[in-house]
């Protein structure tokens, strides 16, 4: 029988978040894993050779592809999944859209470009309509939607319903970061077993600007960055997937802990997403428990794709503190890619009958 399934290529298929896109596609309804490309390190390797395999059984359809080079000739796919370092993003992404492919990127290189949409579907899929102005202003048939850096994501899911309601001004975000968030290998183990690393390059920066605009308003035309200040310390721990991070938030109109308690909870993100193949059940769980969330036992709630919140409390400085946590490798990546994806295809962006 034909497979009609719609076929993807994952670039950068060969590290951590490469291969959370192949575990994660492994039987998805829409989507086919047809081509896995990398590095000229890898090219031409079969993905069994060419890949140090992290988690479970590798799926024995993907294990004998031939990795191929991550450039538009080799990689014949109308739906990308790009899991590069942001060293070999940068031209690759691009090329790619020009030729009419859907690019689904996790690199930083294009996230804050006024015309690339910085997605959390649940938050903020309207930003997709921005793909009209990218398209007109670049003359690509194709686009590139983008997701952010995963602990920017783990906080904007928790901040995403108090934002609606009351209006996030400022914010204290220090996170846990871990070890699968630096990729494979990542930090030498001599470094981070029984450590804290108090440093992780370029990642303040990234929360300090990408949450205004995820949190942002589409206008018809551009996307209104949401008006508040960050101040983020990243620090990397001895965990292996989950980022927890401690928030603490000032707000427009001050709300109770029961009020931010009830927003929390009752918050489903937007229609769009609902019953998506990726889609949780339920995008944000509030845990009751004095000390939850915690990565070891909440990590894979909704398979990875639901973050949760707890110790939501009054603060002494600003209004209210909080924990949030969500699967790095999963929600903060190749499982909020495939998610875009989705809506891509529900808005008839992916079409269906996509053939490469
Ligand atoms: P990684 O484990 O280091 O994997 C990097 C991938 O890029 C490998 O497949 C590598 O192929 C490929 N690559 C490197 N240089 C290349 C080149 N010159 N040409 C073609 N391919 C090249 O990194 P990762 O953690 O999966 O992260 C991938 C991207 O996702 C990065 O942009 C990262 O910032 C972003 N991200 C990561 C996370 C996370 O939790 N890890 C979360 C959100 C976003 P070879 O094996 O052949 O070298």
Redesign the pocket.
């Known amino acids: 029988m034909s497979d009609s399934r719609i076929p993807v290529a994952i ?10 896109f192949i575990r994660l596609l492994a039987g998805h309804p829409w989507f086919r894993v047809a081509e896995v ?7 031409g390797k079969s993905y069994r050779d ?3 395999w992290i988690e479970g059984e590798m799926p024995a359809d993907v294990a004998a592809l031939l ?1 191929t ?2 450039d538009t000739t080799s990689v014949k796919s109308p739906v990308v999944f ?8 940068g031209e ?1 992404e691009p090329a790619f859209a020009t030729d009419g492919r859907v690019v689904l ?5 294009y996230r804050m470009d006024d015309d690339v949409p910085l997605v959390i579907p649940e938050v903020n899929a309207s930003h997709l309509d921005i793909l009209a102005t990218q398209r007109a202003r670049r003359g690509w048939s194709g686009a590139i939607v983008t ?4 602990a920017s ?1 783990t906080a904007v899911v928790a901040m995403a319903p108090l934002h609606e309601r009351f209006g996030v001004r400022q914010l204290f975000l220090t996170t846990m ?2 070890v ?7 930090v030498p183990s001599l470094d981070i077993l029984g450590n804290v690393v108090p440093y992780i390059g370029d990642e303040e920066p990234k929360l300090e600007r990408e949450m205004q605009k995820m949190l942002g308003t589409f206008t018809g035309s551009a996307i209104e960055y949401a008006p508040f200040a960050v101040s983020a310390h990243a620090n990397r721990v001895p965990v292996e ?1 989950g ?1 927890t991070m401690c928030l603490t938030l000032g707000f427009e109109t001050k709300p109770t802990v029961e009020q931010a308690l009830a927003a929390l909870r009752e918050w489903r993100g937007a229609e769009i997403v609902r019953g998506l193949p990726s889609a949780p059940d339920v995008p944000l769980r509030v845990r009751d428990e004095l000390d939850r969330p915690q990565p070891r036992r909440d990590v894979m709630d909704g398979k990875g794709m639901t973050t949760s919140v707890g110790r939501v409390r009054a603060d002494n400085i600003l209004h209210l503190r909080l924990v949030a946590m969500s699967h ?2 999963i929600r ?3 499982g ?1 890619s495939i998610l875009n994806a989705e809506v891509l295809v529900k808005q008839g962006v992916i079409a269906r009958s996509a053939r490469s």
């Open positions: 670039l950068g298929a060969t590290g951590a978040v490469g291969q959370t490309a990398a590095s000229e390190r890898s090219a060419a890949t140090r990795v080079n991550c790009s899991a590069l370092d942001a060293a070999a993003a690759r990127s996790n690199a930083k290189n997701n952010a850096n995963c994501t970061q871990a699968s968030g630096g990729g494979y290998p990542g997937n980022h790095n490798t903060g990546a190749a909020g």
